[in-house]
Nanobody, 127 residues
Framework: QVQLVESEGGLVQAGGSLRLSCAASGRTVSSTNMGWFRQVPGKEREFVAAISWIGGSRYYADSVKGRFIISRDDAKNTLYLQMNSLEPEDTAVYYC????????????????????WGQGTQVTVSS
């Protein structure tokens, strides 16, 4: 059974930085396409970033490109999201996600393509 557990988010001032982590069990992060999504109340869950199992491909939403970095540590079996130059608009619950298929070449930004989800962690950016 695949389980994803995000680290605690937090409250940060605009312009600050925060790193989220997502510890995986039941699946190695090096074999699975993984991503980060976020959601605010009343809105659809939206794509933030994704990384391919092979590690060479990374996708970012336009709204975070140049500010956020997705990465992973295979030895720790953990996915990360480094968030820099945070803006109040980044305030949301952040979720990590993984696809069911292993070694799949099609990295996607579509939330319906991800099968396993973490519990979510709140990130609040104050102005």
């Amino acid at each position: 059974q695949v389980q994803l557990v995000e680290s605690e988010g937090g409250l940060v001032q605009a312009g600050g930085s925060l790193r989220l982590s997502c510890a995986a069990s039941g699946r190695t992060v090096s074999s699975t396409n993984m991503g980060w999504f976020r959601q605010v109340p009343g809105k659809e869950r939206e794509f933030v970033a994704a990384i391919s199992w092979i590690g060479g491909s990374r996708y970012y939403a336009d709204s975070v490109k140049g500010r956020f970095i997705i990465s992973r540590d295979d030895a720790k079996n953990t996915l990360y999201l480094q968030m820099n130059s945070l803006e109040p608009e980044d305030t949301a619950v952040y979720y990590c996600a993984a696809t069911a298929h292993k070694y799949y070449s099609g990295l996607t930004t579509q939330k319906d393509s991800y099968d396993y989800w973490g519990q979510g962690t709140q990130v609040t950016v104050s102005s």
